[in-house]
């Protein structure tokens, strides 16, 4: 089994910031893509960023040069610093990996439990 728990959501005034971790631990052999996706109420859930295990990164364009998607994979963990935040920001934030738990497992996708950001106008 894989647990991915994400830590430090809250709530902030437009134009701060808050930094976001995501843990993956368990059965761990690699892990692959990973990223943050978030759920506004009544909206669909939508990529925020995504970084491969290289470190090559993408972001939706609402949140480009104001959030920075990274990893340290020693420590199977996965952050986003978000700057600029604005009210719109304001979601679930879900943490999201690509985890092979062994050699000759395929990869499957695991999910944390989401936190919430809320921005302040």
């Known amino acids: 089994q894989v647990q991915l728990v994400e830590s430090g959501g809250g709530l902030v005034q437009a134009g701060g910031s808050l930094r976001l971790s995501c843990a993956a631990s368990g059965s761990i052999f690699s892990i692959g893509a990973m990223g943050w996706y978030r759920q506004a109420p009544g909206k669909q859930r939508e990529l925020v960023a995504t970084?491969?295990?290289?470190?090559?990164?993408n972001y939706v364009d609402s949140v480009k040069g104001r959030f920075t998607i990274s990893r340290d994979n020693a420590k199977n963990t996965v952050f986003l610093q978000m700057n600029s935040l604005k009210p719109e920001d304001t979601a679930v934030y879900y943490c999201?990996?690509?985890?092979?738990?062994?050699?000759?497992?395929?990869?499957?996708?695991?999910w944390g439990q989401g936190t919430q950001v809320t921005v302040s106008s």
């Open positions: 999201n990996a690509d985890v092979q738990a062994g050699p000759l497992n395929p990869p499957s996708d695991y």
């Open positions: 970084i491969t295990s290289g470190g090559s990164t």
